[in-house]
T-cell receptor
């Protein structure tokens, strides 16, 4: 299975609610990044968290990283319809040369 | 700064043909990576180029190849196209830590 696996695969919430999605990975990482993709378009970088960081905030986004559990979570607070998209985590692994490995993504639908 | 640009945005080819996709990274970025995205397989890493050298390669057949020019622009070539090559091909450029993606080229193989 893939290095990064997001959970849940799909999430449907009402506008104003919080959305939480999780990412698990298998090998040691340098950093982990979250991306958003709208309907088959390019990926937009949201936030990067380094392996020595535990939590990071950016606007309505909060990311946590637990390297002992090899997992990360992305929290979107006060969601909006415009947040409807697929969210991916990507790990920059430490073994070998640089390579990003993407998870399968969480499809978030925010209902107005 | 201008973002990552990819051309063409859409492409229709037939089986057996070859295709070349182009990517212009963000100014100053020397690393360019290519990914294939399909509904069934998700986002899969193809290869990465850094300063005109292939630095990393994913698990794709030799029909997939790429190159990078001295101005960091990159091209990806797929020869002898198969129906399964229909996908969104994404290019990403990287500065220090973060990859920035282009809008992608959607390839349809008939």
């Amino acid at each position: 299975s893939q290095q990064g696996e997001e959970d849940p695969q799909a999430l449907s919430i009402q506008e104003g609610e919080n959305a939480t999605m999780n990412c698990s990975y298998k090998t040691s990482i340098n950093n982990l990044q979250w991306y958003r993709q709208n309907s088959g378009r390019g990926l937009v970088h949201l936030i990067l968290i380094r392996s020595n960081e535990r939590e990071k905030h950016s606007g309505r986004l909060r990311v946590t990283l637990d390297t002992s559990k090899k997992s990360s979570s992305l929290l979107i607070t006060a969601s909006r319809a415009a947040d409807t998209a697929s969210y991916f985590c990507a790990t920059d692994i430490t073994s070998g040369t640089y390579k990003y490995i993407f998870g399968t993504g969480t499809r978030l639908k925010v209902l107005a | 700064k201008a973002g990552v640009t990819q051309t063409p945005r859409y492409l229709i080819k037939t089986r057996g043909q070859q295709v070349t996709l182009s990517c212009s990274p963000i100014s100053g970025h020397r690393s360019v990576s290519w990914y294939q995205q399909t509904p069934g397989q998700g986002l899969q890493f193809l290869f990465e180029y850094f300063s005109e050298t292939q630095r990393n390669k994913g698990n794709f057949p030799g029909r997939f190849s790429g190159r990078q020019f001295s101005n960091s622009r990159s091209e990806m070539n797929v020869s002898t196209l198969e129906l399964g090559d229909s996908a969104l091909y994404l290019c990403a450029s990287k500065g220090q830590e973060t990859q920035y993606f282009g809008p992608g080229t959607r390839l349809l193989v008939l």
